[in-house]
């Protein structure tokens, strides 16, 4: 169960490089935060973790899916967007076989 977790939350993180890049540490940990319980008081954003994301991007780096700008932050790479985009485009024609009106997008 850990596993499919990890590939989930490391899918995820190239996605919102792919989308929102150049992005850093903090924002990214800012995306995946969520919302602390404070009793009486209204509930209040908080981040989440950054060693997670942290190794998170290491690996993407060391698959060469991301590169890192140390000015920018984290951006994806021709290979990495390439991926992507194939993804994206299996999934569409998977869904586009099932229902002809989406067959005009494939």
Known sequence: MQENWW???T???LRKVYVNGPIGT????AEFGGSKD???KP???VKGSR?????????????????ADK????????KGQSLLDNVARAVMKGL???DPELSKYY
Not at 26 to 29: D, H, K, Q, T
Not at 71 to 78: D, H, L, S, V
């Open 96 to 98: 586009a076989s099932k």
């Open 7 to 9: 590939h989930i939350r």
């Open 26 to 29: 903090e924002r990214l940990a």
């Open 38 to 40: 404070r009793r009486a």
């Open 71 to 78: 000015n920018r932050g984290r951006m994806i790479t021709p």
């Open 43 to 45: 509930y209040k954003a």
């Open 51 to 67: 060693s997670i994301i942290r190794h998170v991007l290491q690996q993407l780096e060391a698959t060469e899916l991301v590169a």
């Open 11 to 13: 899918a995820a993180v």
